[in-house]
């Protein structure tokens, strides 16, 4: 028995039973094999994506929601302006969360105007990392507030206490 390894999931597998689609090439089972190719696909697209910046605006609920909001906080948005310049920014690395969070920012705390035929993209991408500060610390003073006002021994706050904890780390790793 000769054995060879799974090219989707490496498990040792015999090569006289494994799934050999060509030459050299074994998988345990006919969904390994695709299964790969589908992650090899991906892999190729996310690199293109990273490398020459998607062609095709995303499109997916979150960029959904957010166009919603933008629509709401800005008024009247060049929609398809807005959908390449969140595409931009979420392939360099910014979240749909930290964006909302920055243009909520850039009108409540800077008090500028988002001017709808420019968008979004130079005004975020500005502020978004003083929108994280800000927004890190003001989770922290809240916590620390919080915690100064129930400083209580009882259960309850204990509980309450770690939620909170918990829900301002998942807050912040949005970012
Ligand atoms: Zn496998």
């Given at each position: 028995?000769?054995?060879?390894?799974?090219?989707y999931?490496?498990?040792?597998?015999?090569?006289?039973?494994?799934?050999?689609?060509?030459?050299g090439?074994?998988?345990?089972?006919?969904?390994?094999?695709?299964?790969?190719?589908?992650?090899?696909?991906?892999?190729r697209e996310?690199?293109?994506?990273?490398k020459?910046?998607?062609?095709?605006?995303?499109?997916n609920?979150?960029?959904?929601?957010?166009?919603?909001?933008?629509?709401?906080?800005?008024?009247?948005?060049?929609?398809?302006?807005?959908?390449?310049?969140?595409?931009?920014?979420?392939?360099?690395g910014?979240?749909?969360?930290?964006?909302?969070?920055?243009?909520?920012?850039?009108?409540?705390?800077?008090?500028?105007?988002?001017?709808?035929?420019y968008?979004?993209?130079?005004?975020?991408?500005?502020?978004?990392?003083?929108?994280?500060?800000?927004?890190?610390k003001?989770?922290?003073?809240?916590?620390?507030?919080?915690?100064?006002?129930?400083?209580?021994?009882?259960?309850v706050?204990?509980?309450?206490?770690?939620?909170?904890?918990?829900?301002?780390?998942?807050?912040?790793?949005?970012?």
């Amino acid at each position: 028995m000769t054995i060879v390894k799974c090219r989707y999931c490496h498990k040792e597998i015999d090569k006289d039973t494994a799934y050999s689609p060509a030459k050299g090439r074994y998988y345990c089972n006919e969904e390994h094999y695709l299964k790969h190719e589908g992650k090899k696909q991906k892999d190729r697209e996310n690199y293109m994506n990273i490398k020459y910046g998607k062609k095709t605006p995303i499109q997916n609920a979150e960029s959904d929601r957010l166009v919603e909001y933008l629509q709401n906080t800005i008024g009247e948005i060049n929609e398809p302006m807005i959908r390449k310049q969140i595409t931009k920014l979420i392939n360099s690395g910014h979240t749909y969360k930290g964006i909302e969070l920055t243009v909520d920012y850039i009108i409540k705390i800077k008090l500028l105007t988002i001017e709808p035929k420019y968008g979004i993209i130079y005004l975020v991408e500005k502020y978004y990392n003083e929108t994280k500060g800000y927004w890190i610390k003001k989770q922290r003073i809240k916590k620390s507030v919080g915690g100064h006002i129930f400083d209580s021994k009882t259960n309850v706050v204990v509980v309450k206490k770690r939620n909170d904890k918990i829900k301002g780390k998942l807050k912040t790793e949005e970012f």
